[in-house]
């Protein structure tokens, strides 16, 4: 497994922006495709971006499309997710995921998990 420590989170205010940023570690990260999941209390982890070790093909949730980018800087052992005109729905607990290869955007695809970083979109 590959270990991840997300970081970024914090308390904006409805239309503000964020970036989150996970750190990885090991020196197979270009082979992982990485993703992004939030999860609030109650319900299920839920995806919201993915990106490929190539970096090359990304795949977003319908709520955040236009709205969020992923990103990843394979010569720093980067990924990062730009979050722009946040919602109060946007409020979760952010997590940093990796799988070798692939793309996935089921949360037990993924193998390699951060202790995520919390985002509070306040109205």
């Known amino acids: 497994q590959v270990q991840l420590v997300e970081s970024g989170g914090g308390l904006v205010q409805a239309g503000g922006s964020l970036r989150l940023s996970c750190a990885s570690s090991?020196?197979?990260?270009?082979?992982?495709?990485m993703g992004w999941f939030r999860q609030t209390p109650g319900k299920e982890r839920e995806f919201v971006a993915a990106i490929s070790w190539s970096n090359f093909n990304t795949v977003y949730a319908d709520s955040v499309k236009g709205r969020f980018t992923i990103s990843r800087d394979n010569a720093k052992n980067m990924v990062y997710l730009q979050m722009n005109s946040l919602k109060p729905e946007d409020t979760a607990v952010y997590y940093c995921a990796a799988r070798p290869f692939n793309m996935a955007t089921r949360s037990g695809d993924y193998g390699s998990w951060g202790q995520g970083t919390q985002v509070t979109v306040s109205s």
């Open positions: 090991g020196r197979t990260f270009t082979n992982y495709a």
